[in-house]
């Protein structure tokens, strides 16, 4: 998948990624409704180097 995708929240409740790149990283998430933006927010994601599953990640 290429980063910076819009992706249809319909389709899973969870969505996983994997990153080889350490650091502090954003994601943004945005509530499209019929085709306008009708919300928007920013997460810090701080990825560091531990290894190991997240929660619920089989």
């Known amino acids: 998948m290429i980063r ?5 929240s319909t389709r ?7 990153s080889d790149f350490r650091g502090e990283h954003v994601v943004e998430c945005y509530v499209v409704k019929n085709g306008v ?8 994601v701080p990825i560091s180097n ?3 599953k997240a929660a619920g990640v089989s």
């Open 4 to 8: 910076g995708q819009i992706i249809d």
């Open 12 to 18: 899973s409740v969870d969505h996983v990624e994997r």
């Open 37 to 44: 933006v009708v919300a928007r927010d920013r997460i810090d």
């Open 50 to 52: 531990t290894s190991g």
